[in-house]
């Protein structure tokens, strides 16, 4: 018997073998995360539906704030990220590979919403000079991977 439990184990560290094994545990790693996604996703949806029926109702039509404008504005946004990073996970499942191209224009929309949330008055400089530096880094990232990085023929 033991011999047999040493020969299963040396067999199960063969490259291949534990290559398979991990490439299971990643797809039942990321299938866990995409349920875990899909609950942040609803939970996000409830908390955007709750906002909307108690500014929509509290207030007069002719009365919206900035302030309440750009809290569900926030929150939309907040759903769409969670979906963004949804495709992630999914793209991963498919494929087996991280799309960079997806993981750049979420992090697009997460500075976005930061900036469509940002209240200007308590915001000093050197912050916004740092988002700025964001979006142009991202962007001209984003550029580089649709135009010059080379195409794969799937």
């Not at 490439?23 to 609950?39: C, D, H, P, Q």
């Not at 404008?69 to 769409?80: E, P, Q, S």
């Not at 590979?97 to 940002?118: D, G, M, Y």
Request: proline share 1%.
């Amino acid at each position: 018997m033991r011999r047999s439990l040493w020969k299963s184990l040396r067999e199960g560290m063969k490259d291949n073998n534990f290559l398979h094994f991990l490439e299971r545990i990643e797809g039942w790693v990321a299938k866990i995360l995409s349920l875990m996604m899909l609950l942040v996703i609803f939970l996000s949806v409830f908390q955007l539906g709750r906002v909307l029926v108690a500014e929509l109702t509290s207030i007069s039509p002719y009365d919206y704030s900035t302030r309440v404008l750009f809290t569900i504005f926030g929150l939309f946004l907040n759903v769409l990220i969670a979906f963004e990073i949804l495709e992630n996970i999914t793209a991963y499942l498919k494929k087996h590979v991280i799309q960079v191209e997806l993981v750049i224009v979420t992090s697009l929309i997460a500075v976005a919403r930061k900036i469509i949330i940002l209240d200007l008055e308590k915001t000093a400089g050197i912050d916004l000079i740092a988002l700025a530096t964001a979006i142009f880094a991202l962007s001209i990232s984003y550029w580089i991977v649709r135009n010059v990085a080379p195409k794969s023929n799937h």
